[in-house]
Structure formats: C-alpha cells, structure tokens
C-alpha cells in the first residue's frame, strides 16, 4: 500500500502485453510495479470542485492524531492536503491555517465552496478545521462521533457554537 501523494521514482516501464505496468523505486529502497492508470505522472492543479470531490473520496478514512497522509489524516492535515491539490502551499496547523496571509476573512453568510473553517472555543484558540463543500456542508476529519473524514452541517451543534473563523484563499497564492 502506497499512501496518496507519494512521489516514486520510476525506473522501468513494462513492454508487450504488460506495457500498462510500470516499475517504481519505492522509499525503502525495493522496487514493485504498479499500473500505469493508478499513478499521475502529469498532476494537474485542480479546481475547487475537483478539490470537494476528491475530499469526498476520503469518506470514512480513520481520524489520525498529527496524520498528513490517505493512512490517516487529523483535521489540520487533511485540509492542507486539499489544498495543495489546487497548487497552494498551506500552514500545517489548523491555528496556523487560520491566521495564513494567503487566506481572507469571510463572513459567514458569505461561504463559496472551498472556503475554510476554523473552529474552537475562540479565535485565539483555534483547535480544528474543515473545508465548506456547498448547502450548509463541510467536510472535515474529526474525532468526534464516528472518527473519521465526513461531512457535517454548519448549523450543528456542535460546529456552529465552535466556528470562530471563515477564511477564503486569496486569487494570488493560488497562482503561486
């Protein structure tokens, strides 16, 4: 099992009968072969949209303490990941992410898809985030209830008591 994101080196491509197989070099050192349409070899910056519906295919994936990868994520990890996939470098805490200079404040009558929430007992106390997916939804990585990424309702308790912070990634540091 490789975790989402990793980079492998290829170092050989199948032929004939097995040319939808490639061979990688993985982090310990051993090779394996992979095929050719589990891997991205041109990634692309994805849209917003993209962005909701590939945070969508992370449903159920268990709530990690401090994890950044697809074999567990916490809150904070889980939205940088997403934001990266549109190209944009983000803070690795989610009290971090909240007080980034490439993000705005929004207010939160204003939410677009993509924007970012910020959620604890202040803003000086910021303990978790999500990422606003559309009708009232956010999707997150918490371990509250069923731990795990999901989506919840904005209008939740308890989500609307917690959100202190709506922020939305400015036009310049997504073309960085």
């Not at 009558?109 to 970012?116: P, Q, T, V």
Request: one cysteine or more.
């Amino acid at each position: 099992m490789i975790p989402f994101e990793s980079h492998l080196e290829i170092t050989a491509e199948g032929q004939g009968d097995h040319a939808d197989w490639l061979q990688v070099r993985l982090v310990d050192g051993r090779s394996a072969w992979v095929q050719r349409g589990d891997v991205d070899l041109a990634p692309q910056k994805l849209t917003i949209e993209q962005s909701i519906a590939l945070a969508r295919r992370f449903l159920g994936i268990t709530y990690t303490w401090a994890g950044t990868s697809s074999l567990g994520f916490d809150c904070s990890g889980f939205t940088q990941m997403l934001v990266r996939s549109r190209g944009i470098v983000l803070p690795r805490d989610a009290d971090l992410q909240a007080v980034w200079p490439g993000a705005a404040s929004v207010d939160r009558k204003h939410l677009r898809l993509g924007d970012l929430l910020f959620f604890g007992s202040s803003a000086d106390h910021i303990t978790h985030t999500g990422m606003f997916i559309g009708h009232g939804q956010f999707i997150h990585d918490t371990p509250r209830g069923h731990p795990g990424v999901q989506i919840s309702r904005v209008k939740d308790q308890p989500w609307t008591r917690l959100l202190v912070s709506c922020r939305r990634v400015k036009t310049a540091a997504i073309q960085q």
